[in-house]
């Protein structure tokens, strides 16, 4: 067995939802933490950590044990790119390539999804690109560098528990039909590449009408993002970053964002999906 004392593993944030796709669709886009444990702790620091760490040692057998954990990287907490997932998937690859890897990659990924509770921001993170998600099996393709992601962080933050409080428990039939319509349009242009068919297709009536009213100049947002020629925008996760996808020089969109949010604005990034997913760098 091939032992080592510190290991540091690079998990990709995610944008999940991409409007009418509710807990099913998600992206791996490069920006990143990285987690990273060393030997020698006797205690986990929290709660949300231990968690993690017990279901890792129920589900391999071996015997409990604590390691220092470090996490560094800039995606940025309860702002709706995934941070949760990137400490705990980050955690449980590095757990499990410190004892051998006893799981599979993909039992890891389980493990994660069980933990979250929804598998949208899990299986980007894990695998890397566009995927769409059921509780059980997941289907993910590449994405394309031409296509750009334009986050919008705001200096507040979004707990995923208060924007998940505030959804209705039914929507109306007519309403449903617009995001399967929609979700299903979205699947095919990532799965063909055929990105010019996003366009139109992020209107959702499941979460983000109620949503919106967590994220102060949300639907302004949206309209802004159409009118300088992305392809769409939408809350990206619970929130409280925007996210708009654009084949354009998203210069524009930018400067009008800022505008918009010019005492509530805690960066704006370019981004572009990565395909790699989650990943060791040192150890």
């Not at 060393?38 to 279901?55: I, K, R, V, Y």
Request: glycine share 6%.
């Amino acid at each position: 067995m091939h032992f080592v004392n510190s290991i540091t593993v690079q998990v990709p944030a995610t944008t999940a939802n991409l409007g009418p796709g509710f807990d099913v669709l998600g992206v791996a886009v490069n920006l990143y933490n990285q987690i990273t444990l060393n030997t020698g702790a006797e205690h986990w620091p929290d709660s949300f950590m231990q968690e993690a760490a017990d279901l890792f040692f129920q589900t391999t057998r071996l015997p409990q044990k604590a390691y220092h954990i470090k996490i560094t990287g800039a995606v940025p907490r309860s702002r709706g790119l995934g941070s949760s997932v990137t400490v705990r998937l980050g955690l449980l690859t590095a757990l499990n390539a410190l004892h051998d890897s006893p799981l599979s990659s993909e039992k890891v990924l389980r493990l994660v999804i069980q933990l979250e509770g929804h598998p949208d921001n899990a299986v980007p993170a894990a695998l890397g690109g566009f995927a769409a998600c059921s509780q059980t099996s997941w289907f993910r393709s590449d994405v394309g560098a031409e296509l750009s992601f334009v986050a919008l962080v705001p200096d507040f933050e979004v707990e995923t528990k208060k924007a998940r409080s505030v959804l209705p428990a039914q929507i109306t039939l007519s309403d449903s039909i617009i995001n399967l319509q929609n979700t299903a349009q979205i699947v095919a242009a990532f799965a063909t590449k055929n990105y010019p068919l996003l366009k139109g297709h992020f209107i959702d009536r499941l979460h983000q009408p109620y949503r919106a009213a967590l994220i102060p100049n949300c639907l302004e947002a949206f309209s802004i993002a159409e009118s300088t020629g992305a392809l769409g925008a939408f809350i990206s996760g619970s929130g409280s970053t925007l996210m708009a996808l654009t084949l354009e020089d998203p210069s524009a969109l930018i400067a009008a964002w800022s505008k918009l949010f010019e005492k509530k604005l805690e960066a704006i990034h370019v981004l572009h999906a990565d395909n790699e997913g989650v990943k060791i760098i040192e150890g």
